[in-house]
């Protein structure tokens, strides 16, 4: 009885820890992301092409 309520809560443990690492890891790539789309729009509000920007090409 004893060593099976131990074992849920390591199984608990390694689950939360499991989610924070996904969490972390989730915020980090939306981090990244945010940052290169910034970046995007800084490149494309600095273009001198004549105000037409070819989306097709």
């Given at each position: 009885?004893?060593?099976?309520?131990?074992?849920?809560?390591?199984?608990?443990?390694?689950?939360?820890?499991q989610?924070?690492?996904?969490?972390?890891?989730?915020?980090?790539?939306?981090?990244?992301?945010?940052?290169?789309?910034?970046?995007?729009?800084q490149?494309?509000?600095?273009?001198?092409l004549?105000?037409?920007?070819?989306?097709?090409?």
């Amino acid at each position: 009885m004893i060593t099976s309520i131990a074992a849920m809560s390591m199984n608990m443990h390694a689950a939360k820890l499991q989610q924070s690492v996904d969490i972390a890891m989730m915020k980090e790539t939306m981090d990244q992301q945010t940052m290169a789309m910034e970046q995007l729009v800084q490149v494309i509000s600095n273009a001198t092409l004549g105000g037409n920007i070819d989306t097709y090409a």
